[in-house]
């Protein structure tokens, strides 16, 4: 039993110690937008941004006026009222009125065969007339140069598409320890610094920004392609890699910045419709992931207590190396590396999370997304 132990933990502690190296010198590679020297000049491509709102009448004025205050020669505003019932409709339309760059498109019904925010942002594209397309969310804020910065990144590396690690804003411990350990998952789970390389298959996607070439957009099936996918911002990366474009990826600091959720329990909720569809529906993939995540994120922790000699030992060195990476992932967040103290915590959340998403959509027969009612099959079929 104890040999089983200390082979069980030993081959955890190698894992992690691997992968944190990987994560260590990965992230390393992964370009700063802030140390990126914006374009100057006024001939600049004309750039389209996009976005889709549904009631987002608390978070929208801060976004708009961000967006209105880029400070970018060329740039038209694509913003999608979609169905909203609350006051987002009014306040698109009188800011619309006073700034000839922002165009509105109302959405008054949904066709079938459609999510509503790919929906939304295909109908954004049809007006848009920018040689590069940036895609985001109602409730996101820019940095006045963001624009500048990005396209010089992109230009420079020669890149057909970029995705920008945002900035979450937090507040309070609970919400903290979710949202950290929701980044540590996503930057091991996904590897962004593997994205740039056209030979890996790694790609990405955040929904708070990304750049993309229109003709690129264009060859690979815009949103149409993603009319059923509930992820739809990490499969447009998806789609970007498998049509064999260039993709990457950046880390925006604090030049792209989003309030995702009010508290904790909306950060719960807000996650029922992507956790299970992350995991293609799949009852199966899901335990595995769950497996997976308890054996390296709470297992070494339990085992500081009950495990003795060698075991106790590797325990200890898996716990001290996931304190040490989810620390320093969080600073990169703006909040305290002692966080990475709570790393259990955030998976056994983060479990539940999963487990919750799996059991609402298995129950309900599907998802509900922006007050529309989706039924599992149609989303398994439309998945990319």
């Keep these: 039993m104890h040999t089983a132990e200390t082979a069980i933990l030993s081959l955890v502690a190698l894992g992690w110690l691997i992968q944190a190296l990987r994560a260590y010198f990965g992230m390393r590679r992964v370009p700063r937008l802030t140390q990126v020297?914006?374009?100057?000049?006024?001939?600049?491509?004309?750039?389209?941004?996009?976005?889709?709102?549904?009631?987002?009448?608390?978070?929208?004025?801060?976004?708009?006026?961000?967006?209105?205050?880029?400070?970018?020669?060329?740039?038209?505003?694509?913003?999608?009222?979609?169905?909203?019932?609350?006051?987002?409709?009014?306040?698109?339309?009188?800011?619309?009125?006073?700034?000839?760059?922002?165009?509105?498109?109302?959405?008054?019904?949904?066709?079938?065969?459609?999510?509503?925010?790919?929906?939304?942002?295909?109908?954004?594209?049809?007006?848009?007339?920018?040689?590069?397309?940036?895609?985001?969310?109602?409730?996101?804020?820019?940095?006045?140069?963001?624009?500048?910065?990005?396209?010089?990144?992109?230009?420079?590396?020669?890149?057909d598409h970029l995705t920008l690690l945002a900035r979450i804003e937090m507040r309070g411990f609970w919400e903290t320890v979710a949202v950290t350990y929701f980044n540590f998952s996503f930057i091991f789970g996904f590897q962004p610094w593997r994205v740039a390389n056209p030979r890996s298959g790694a790609y990405m996607g955040v929904g708070a920004f990304q750049l993309l070439r229109r003709s690129v957009y264009d060859a690979i099936g815009t949103h149409r392609r993603l009319a059923m996918e509930v992820v739809d911002d990490m499969k447009l990366g998806k789609l970007v890699k498998e049509g064999g474009y260039r993709s990457g990826v950046a880390s925006s600091e604090d030049m792209v910045q989003v309030r995702w959720q009010e508290g904790f329990f909306n950060i719960v909720r807000g996650v029922t419709k992507n956790m299970f569809a992350a995991m293609g529906f799949s009852i199966a993939r899901t335990f595995a992931s769950i497996f997976l995540l308890f054996l390296i994120s709470i297992l070494p922790f339990l085992a500081l207590g009950f495990a003795h000699g060698p075991a106790r030992v590797a325990a200890g060195i898996s716990a001290f190396i996931a304190v040490v990476i989810h620390g320093q992932l969080t600073r990169e967040t703006g909040a305290s590396p002692l966080y990475g103290l709570a790393h259990p915590l955030g998976a056994l959340i983060f479990a539940y999370m999963i487990v919750r998403s799996m059991v609402l959509t298995l129950w309900r027969g599907g998802i509900i997304w922006r007050g529309t009612f989706y039924p599992i099959e149609e989303l398994r079929k439309g998945s990319v």
């Design 37 to 159: 020297a914006p374009l100057t000049g006024n001939n600049l491509p004309r750039i389209s941004v996009l976005f889709a709102a549904r009631d987002e009448a608390e978070k929208l004025p801060r976004a708009l006026a961000s967006l209105l205050a880029l400070d970018y020669p060329d740039y038209e505003i694509l913003a999608v009222d979609d169905r909203s019932t609350d006051a987002t409709s009014q306040i698109l339309d009188e800011c619309a009125r006073t700034n000839p760059r922002l165009q509105i498109v109302h959405i008054r019904e949904l066709p079938p065969g459609w999510l509503g925010k790919p929906h939304a942002l295909e109908a954004a594209y049809r007006r848009a007339t920018g040689d590069w397309l940036v895609f985001t969310d109602a409730d996101v804020r820019f940095a006045p140069d963001l624009l500048r910065r990005a396209l010089a990144l992109a230009e420079r590396e020669h890149w």
